[in-house]
């Protein structure tokens, strides 16, 4: 893990923004999008570089990371709707480029395992952006999800449906079913790129960072990946015990091996 402890979410935003540029330029590049409020820096600067620097999706393809049970396609709230809405509208995807889980489909079962062949078939995750949740779970891998997980149905907890009641007019209208990427097919993605931001998230990124690998915390799987990149405001990261550490690791990182800081506008 590269834990990189920056002064603010502008610069996390940016900082990820290039990262995910870096892979798309140098060509067809299939990336993992999540959703919730963490990444939304991220794609709009991503959007921005888009309309400003020439930045092209063309040859890039994406995979939604999960997506409700219940809700169609046309629902304001899927996630196939919110990633349309929060960057694929605004850049150039091909038409076919955006995958998205089924939440209407009548097997999920089925679905689940018809989506990891899709992503197998397109040759692999390059790089999979993920939010915290304040519990520690990654897309909706709740804790106690396994840590060999593939794609498929989970109950959310009703801290994670309170988190997410906002996004709804009522919070009983946040289902209680999701689809999900599972944590053993998050980790054959080749590059990892965890966001936390704020203090409320500190905790999680604490555990997932530096306590044991546990289902109890799904985010610690990640300890078991070769290529994690932990992006984090000072917040966020006030809960590390090893944050002078990461900074001077960061501080002294070869130039040889990519980005050292978030690029100025």
Same mark, same amino acid.
């Given at each position: 893990? *590269? ?9 996390? &935003?940016?900082? &990820? ?39 092209? %999706? ?41 995958? $998205? ?7 999920? !079962?089925? *679905? ?7 992503? =197998?078939?397109?040759? $692999? @995750? ?5 939010? @915290? ?14 840590? !060999? ?19 709804? &007019? ?5 289902? *209680? ?29 604490? &555990? =997932? ?41 960061? $501080? ?6 990519? %980005? ?6």
């Amino acid at each position: 893990m *590269e834990i990189i402890v920056l002064p603010d979410t502008d610069q996390v &935003a940016r900082t &990820a923004a290039d990262i995910i540029e870096e892979r798309v330029r140098r060509g067809p590049a299939v990336v993992g999008l999540a959703t919730g409020s963490t990444p939304l820096g991220t794609y709009r600067e991503l959007i921005r570089r888009h309309r400003e620097e020439g930045l092209s %999706f063309t040859d890039a393809h994406a995979f939604l990371l999960d997506e409700y049970v219940g809700l169609p396609a046309s629902h304001p709230e899927s996630y196939r709707s919110v990633i349309r809405r929060e960057i694929a509208d605004h850049v150039d995807f091909a038409s076919d480029a955006v995958h $998205g889980l089924d939440g209407e489909a009548a097997d999920p !079962a089925a *679905e689940a395992a018809r989506y990891d062949a899709s992503i =197998a078939a397109a040759g $692999g @995750i390059d790089v999979q952006i993920l939010g @915290i949740g304040t519990d520690g779970h990654i897309g909706f891998n709740e804790p106690m999800s396994s840590l !060999a997980s593939r794609t498929r149905i989970k109950t959310l907890t009703e801290q994670t449906r309170r988190d997410n009641a906002r996004f709804f &007019a009522r919070p009983d209208d946040v289902p *209680e079913h999701v689809l999900t990427q599972g944590l053993g097919t998050i980790l054959e993605a080749r590059h990892v790129l965890l966001l936390g931001l704020g203090e409320a998230k500190a905790g999680a990124v604490a &555990a =997932a960072v530096e306590g044991p690998v546990a289902a109890l915390c799904p985010a610690s799987a990640l300890q078991l990946h070769q290529h994690v990149t932990v992006l984090i405001d000072a917040a966020a990261a006030s809960e590390l015990e090893h944050t002078e550490y990461y900074q001077y690791t960061y $501080g002294k990182k070869p130039a040889w091996q990519g %980005f050292r800081a978030a690029r100025r506008r």
